[in-house]
């Protein structure tokens, strides 16, 4: 099984993205509704199938991006029966195992900082998914939702502190930028309820930790209440000119075979060296070159009037030229995927001789070039 334990740095929400390597099985822990098109991306870039979200409770601090992976990747939304929650896809109750692959979660109630508290277990007891019932060094708040104390006192102890010592502890969230702990750890150490700690200690500590009222509680319960669906049922904004994906490094692409059929809609701009224009793999009719060395210093020349594809030889220097147009203001501009490697590949036109179109710094003037009419 592989992990990836990603972070919401707004919330200190840790999601996790677990995969069975033979099948490309995976689900995804405590998803964050404003992280959806990183986390899609990743999915998207390792090839796996998401088969379920899974949130090890309802959050009041964040709103879950169950309903939005839903949307995007056909994932089914498990949450606690508990909650009574609505578009949940399958109900879960302590005792049951989730399976994608040949791997397995086992379902445990945990319950005690809200009603509904569920931690997964690995099925070899490797590791252990504790949502907020035991955090690092720490147990999740239980002055709200349903919260009890002593519920939480006696899911730690015979839930989770009955795995073995090596059991990793992946956490909901961590504010000290702590990643993980393991059950033997926490055993000892953790100073709510490690060591020594009667039932009577942890509820004394627990009672008076004086913490603020959650800021997003009102916002957030309610959303999750729905599994993260807008309450006007919208998802996240889309680009308006293109469908323009956000990679998992961050950079916005477009895909070559949409660039060919709209390339009077957008303004081109080619980040290479001029030497490269008249090589092996040409040029597109029509581009602006601006290389990537001087785009910070000449940003200005871009004209801003359509939306910029960035170019290049196989997409890398672009995707920064990219970033680098957005820093400078430019809101409609994307990276030209696998560049002209790509673009070649596929087979869509280039400029045939050096005289067509391409003005170094200069923007074109004219919107098409004879090869774009004859050859799209
Ligand atoms: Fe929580």
Redesign the pocket.
């Known amino acids: 099984m592989t992990l990836h334990q990603l972070f919401d740095h707004v919330s200190s929400t840790y999601s996790y993205l677990l995969a069975d390597e033979q099948t490309g099985e995976a689900v995804l822990i405590d998803s964050v509704f404003e992280q959806h098109a990183r986390d899609a991306a990743l999915i998207r870039e390792l090839g796996l199938r998401l088969v379920y979200t899974i949130d090890t409770?309802c959050?009041?601090?964040h709103v879950t991006g169950a309903w939005l992976m839903k949307q995007e990747l056909g994932s089914q939304i498990t949450m606690a029966r508990v909650y009574g929650a609505s578009n949940v896809d399958l109900a879960l109750d302590g005792g049951e195992v989730i399976r994608f692959g040949a791997q397995a979660l086992e379902v445990r109630a945990t319950p005690g900082?809200?009603a509904g508290?569920l931690s997964f277990v690995a099925a070899d007891h490797a590791m252990v998914f504790t949502?907020?019932a035991l955090l690092v060094r720490g147990a999740?708040?239980t002055d709200f939702q349903q919260g009890d104390a002593h519920r939480l006192f006696h899911s730690i102890r015979d839930q989770l502190f009955t795995l073995p010592d090596a059991c990793i502890v992946y956490p909901?969230?961590d504010y000290e930028g702590r990643i993980s702990s393991s059950i033997g750890e926490e055993r000892r150490h953790n100073p709510r309820i490690g060591g020594a700690a009667s039932e009577q200690d942890f509820v004394g500590y627990m009672t008076n930790l004086g913490l603020p009222h959650p800021k997003q509680l009102e916002i957030a319960v309610p959303a999750n209440l729905r599994a993260g669906e807008p309450a006007d049922g919208s998802g996240l904004p889309a680009e308006d000119w293109g469908p323009v994906v956000t990679t998992y490094a961050g950079v916005k692409q477009i895909a070559p075979e949409w660039l060919a059929r709209h390339r009077h809609e957008v303004h081109v701009l080619d980040v290479r060296n001029p030497s490269e224009l008249d090589g092996e793999l040409g040029h597109l009719v029509d581009v602006q070159l601006l290389p990537l060395d001087e785009l910070r210093a000449r940003a200005a020349e871009v004209p801003r009037d359509k939306p910029v594809v960035v170019v290049c030889q196989t997409g890398t220097r672009s995707a920064l030229g990219t970033m680098i147009l957005a820093k400078a203001g430019f809101t409609r501009v994307a990276n030209l995927a696998g560049g002209m490697l790509r673009w070649r590949q596929l087979g869509l036109p280039v400029a045939r001789d050096a005289s067509e179109p391409c003005k170094v710094g200069t923007p074109p003037s004219s919107p098409m070039q004879r090869s774009d009419r004859t050859r799209m």
């Open positions: 409770h959050h009041a601090d900082h809200t508290c949502g907020d999740g708040r909901g969230h």
